[in-house]
């Protein structure tokens, strides 16, 4: 198959991002081709200025374009129930369930099939927000495979120092099942369902 | 347990057989020569318990060569239920399973139980450690869907404890977590190993004694790949102990880069008058050990459930001498549970009772 080098290029580009296979990714170029100049430019800058201007709150690690995030600065939310994640993705699947405490993320898919240790892993901001001892639970809402348990277990282990309780997510979620692909009542199930540890 | 009708089609080199239920009996003999489809029928019911096939991993290998799938249906019994099983696969892809019509997953607690018995299986005394694992393994994930997680399960954390064991520098840290999650799992395992050797312990002496005329004190003991006093075997000395004992080889297994003990490398023993078997045994007694060990099984199994699997012999009775092989057909004629066997050759035996299909050319004549 030969394609004119831009074109390649792009369908290079595009099949870089994740479940974008070469056919999707030779779909996605052609149709960005037909579309107007107008509207190609528009989402090219709306992927720069994401990129450029979004970032990780620091205070939850949450997303956010201003700091701390509209999260961590909603006096409406239990400061004393802190749901800590992995990913950013997370939080988006658990914010649509309702909940209304505040949040941690690790910002690290923890695989330690991978090359990461427990070690490598940033809980200092964690640990700054139990010394204040406003957090009265910690919510562990990681995947419940292997590598959701280690982190828990180590998790849980670094929570406890502070005297705060510890729960994690229990009940709905499908063994092998993700989080970031969990239907919002079978979340909600699960946050209701949690279990101490 | 009961098999009461067998469909079979374009399953190896079966075109397509029917057992209807007026011709199985509770002691079924599938005769002919080698290579005429004996075992495939035996094949056929065995994977209807969804185990992947003992000839063949790859389902491909079960069409029949002409055809593109195969199918196999039988009508059963299951306690007090009425149950029908259909399993279809089409070539490269997934096989399919229909319990009274409705599609299952092959972990469905009403799909067929077995317990097999192939020449093979003779070597289960003297052969490798893994060989007897396997033996109980395969025996506690029929009897609870719970025990084949917990398996999984650890094997996944050994998985993971290994890949970081040959990592540079051992990290403490994430060690202790995955040894207190490889010991919970471990512990489990070992107490249900346990407690189902002693079932089978109590089941196979007399099982021994009918079939070759004499008593034999015949014992199993589990072998733990680390020490611990028999009066403290219990599920949280296990624990205790297996972690105790992985913090004192960790620089020993930092440097081989694997887990060196846990019930993956357990073993169980095998003593017969009080001697262990696998060295001190005849070739003969072992064998019939074995085929002691194998019926049981199929006692066990219905202790704990309640109802008996299907019984299905490869090709064994050719092993037995002529006074062992009646005695056997008697044992399984009597039996409670149902048993299909193969047999190239039934002219010294007593099949009186039995039902035989003689099969030729991948069919019934
Ligand atoms: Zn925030």
Known sequence: ?197 | MKVKELAVKNFRNIKEILLPEERLGNLNIFTGNNGQGKTNLLEALYILSGNSSFRSPNYDHLVNYEKEYFNINAKYTAGEKDLEIGLTYTRSKSKEIFLNRKKIRSKHPYIPKVVLFIPDDLYLIKGSPGRRRNFIDFMLKQISAEYAYLIEEYGKILKKRNLMLKKEAIRDKTLNILDGMLTEKAALIIMQRINLINMLEKEVRDIYSFLNKEEADIKIKYALSFPIPDEKVNISTLKARMAEELIKIRNQEGMRKTTLLGPHLDDINFYYNNKLARFFSSQGQQRNLVVALKIAEAQTFCRIRGFYPLFLLDEVLSELDYERRNLLLKYLGEAEFQTFMTAVNIDDIDVKGAAVFNVKDGSIV
Not at chain 1, 65 to 91: F, M
Not at chain 1, 140 to 158: C, K, M, S, T
Not at chain 1, 171 to 184: L, N, R, S
């Open chain 1, 1 to 197: 198959m030969h394609f004119a080098r831009p074109l390649e290029k792009l369908i290079d580009e595009l099949q870089k991002l994740p479940t974008i296979g070469p056919k999707t990714a030779q779909r996605l170029a052609l149709y960005i081709l037909k579309t107007p100049e107008e509207e190609v430019r528009k989402l090219a800058e709306a992927i720069i200025d994401a990129k450029s201007r979004v970032f990780p709150c620091s205070r939850c690690g949450y997303l956010t374009d201003i700091d701390p995030c509209p999260i961590c600065r909603d006096e409406k939310r239990d400061k004393s129930i802190l749901c800590v994640a992995e990913e950013a993705g997370d939080i988006i699947a658990i914010e649509r369930t309702g909940f209304k405490g505040q949040y941690f993320v690790l910002n690290k898919d923890f695989n330690l099939m991978g090359h990461d240790d427990l070690g490598s892993l940033n809980i200092k901001p964690l640990e700054e927000r139990l010394k204040t001892g406003e957090v009265k639970e910690v919510i562990l809402a990681l995947n419940p495979d292997i590598d959701g348990e280690i982190l828990a277990r180590f998790l849980a282990g670094v929570v406890e120092k502070y005297g705060v309780k510890v729960t994690r997510l229990a009940h709905g979620i499908p063994v092998g099942g993700y989080i970031e692909f969990a239907d919002e009542i079978t979340l909600r199930r699960a946050i209701e369902g949690r279990r101490e540890i």
